[in-house]
């Protein structure tokens, strides 16, 4: 079964700087997606950024980019010029087609004045 | 384009009533699944329907239900409800198909159940 991994309960990072949140998962297969949601205190899931694992390059949205690492299953995610709003939960999850989302159990990240 | 909409957003239950949620998908998307968000338990997968049929489940007790409509939109029932089963129940909708954006789930608000 596929797990994903955030070794990182909560983080902290200042307004402006950059902060980087691990993710590892397991899996046999060649073929699936990752994903970095947010959840702020309203609860609805945001969708950061997505990357297809076919893909070598790694996804960038605006202040948010990813290093992807296939070979040693790892997903980090860097946000760039921290802002108060980017306080949330933030949560790894990897998807085969046609198939569930499975999620890591979650990193809550600070950012302070 | 409007977004996933769960309905109803808050509800208190008494043990041993039922409940149903429901989820309008985001217009054209055909796959719908249901997540459940517990302190303890993290967020684990119920089950995704897709074009009116069950797809793929999690591991629920058959209390939990659900079903998909011609229109997409999705119910999901709990019967016989027990403490434990307080939680955020998240909808998420997809295209459902192979490919692109396809893959990429967007969820809804979530319907707070809180049993008593």
């Known amino acids: 079964a596929q797990t994903v991994t955030q070794s990182q309960p909560e983080m902290s990072v200042q307004e402006a700087e950059t902060v980087t949140l691990s993710c590892t998962y397991d899996?046999?297969?060649?073929?699936?997606?990752l994903f970095w949601y947010k959840q702020p205190p309203s609860r609805q899931m945001i969708l950061v950024i997505r990357?297809?694992?076919?893909?070598?390059q790694n996804a960038t949205e605006n202040r948010f980019s990813v290093n992807f690492q296939k070979a040693a299953k790892s997903f980090s995610l860097k946000i760039s010029d921290s802002q108060l709003g980017d306080a949330a939960m933030y949560f790894c999850a990897y998807k085969r087609t046609a198939s569930k989302l499975t999620f890591g159990t979650g990193t809550r990240l600070q950012v302070t004045l | 384009k409007a977004g996933v909409t769960q309905t109803p957003r808050y509800l208190i239950k008494t043990r041993g009533q039922q409940v149903t949620l429901s989820c309008s998908p985001i217009s054209g998307h055909r796959s719908v699944s249901w997540y459940q968000q517990t302190p303890g338990q993290g967020l684990q997968f119920l089950f995704e329907y897709f074009s009116e049929t069950q797809r793929n489940k999690g591991n629920f007790p058959g209390r939990f239900s659900g079903r998909q409509f011609s229109n997409s939109r999705s119910e999901m029932n709990v019967s016989t409800l027990e403490l434990g089963d307080s939680a955020l129940y998240l909808c998420a909708s997809s295209l459902g198909t192979a490919g692109g954006g396809g893959n990429t789930i967007y969820f809804g608000e979530g319907s707070w159940l809180t049993v008593v």
């Open positions: 990357q297809e694992a076919y893909k070598q």
């Open positions: 899996t046999s297969e060649s073929d699936y997606y």
